[in-house]
């Protein structure tokens, strides 16, 4: 999961991110291409059975995603003990948090969201095309250099994979922490109308 590390490091320089310049990094770290170029770049790389992509949206917004750990549905179609699968992946994901905030970045976070399926934390902080807040069992948020960086464990689906995702987003997706000190516009108080 170093390689994961390395490349945020690597992408958090990158002002803007971009699609050519994340493919570029990707590259350069020995990632492995996937074969799925769109608008003639690579979208998807390997790395020590780690998969990463590269997801551009409208207006050129650029995310990119790990899937550090994954495990599938069995030959059913689902998994014989989901709960054992969702402890597993969070064992994983705690053991991976440390590398996150031990990394040469760590200075640079500032938590925004945690949470889990017992309801700790903050919730409701957006989900965003890496993810509804309703598809994860858990996960940390945090404000990284203008971006936000998400590590989570995710099922999109009873019939999909459980994963534990790591991703590194534009700050539309999850209000950073600069941002907690200005009420969003639906809370501020309503104006009332002056009579006559």
Known sequence: MTAVGAMLEELGVLDPLTAEGAAARFSARGWAPGGR???GVETSWDKDGVGAWIRTSGGGVV???FAVWIRDVDESGY???VEAVHEEGERVLAGF???IEGSSFAG???EVGRTAKDGDGDEGEGGGE???EDEFV???RWALDGRTLTAGLVQHDTDLPVMVVVALSP????PGAADRRRRPRAALPARRRRPG
């Open 37 to 39: 170029p769109r608008d």
């Open 63 to 65: 995310s990119v995603s």
């Open 79 to 81: 998994f014989d003990d």
């Open 97 to 99: 948090l440390p590398e």
């Open 108 to 110: 640079r976070l500032a």
């Open 130 to 132: 890496d993810g509804d």
């Open 138 to 140: 858990a996960l940390k």
């Open 171 to 174: 700050p539309r997706h999850v």
